[in-house]
């Protein structure tokens, strides 16, 4: 067997491009999606926050609501805790409810006479709404007032 007829006629061209990105486009993506995201982030967790303390507000009615409704068949008299909103039969509340920003319950400050209270929100999420919310805020008073901007 002759070993030139085994060979090619001519030059062999490949004509082959590597498939995938470079390294430089790789790493344009990733700069391009961390821009992205530094901008999104920080406006969905302060929308998040905002819905927090939305539901704060919501929490503190429904118990000042509950208190309102104790006190009407108590002769005037609120709980001493607000466990006892639960605890009666039947109860004013099913549950009490927490603040969803810390899973901290509500903060219930009552008069020597108990016939004046406050509810406020232990939550932490007056933190991540700098200037627009008061640490401590919402609070219900036994007027039936709810503050929820910390202004009494």
Known sequence: MNVSSCQ????????H?????TIV?????????????????PRFLLSRMRSYHSN???NVH????????YANNNQGKYPDALQDLKDTTPPYLQTLPICPSSDASYGYT??????????HCQGIHHRQLEGEVEEG???FYSSGHLDASGNP
Do not use: H, K, M, W
């Open 8 to 15: 090619s006629d001519g030059p062999v061209v490949r004509n």
């Open 137 to 139: 805020f919402p609070q």
């Open 25 to 41: 486009e790789v790493l344009t993506i990733l700069v391009l999606l961390s821009l992205l995201a530094s901008l999104i982030l």
């Open 56 to 58: 704060c507000l919501q």
């Open 62 to 69: 429904n118990i000042g609501t509950a208190l309102q409704i």
């Open 110 to 119: 009552l008069s020597p006479e108990a016939t004046l209270y406050t509810v």
């Open 17 to 21: 491009r590597a498939r995938g990105f």
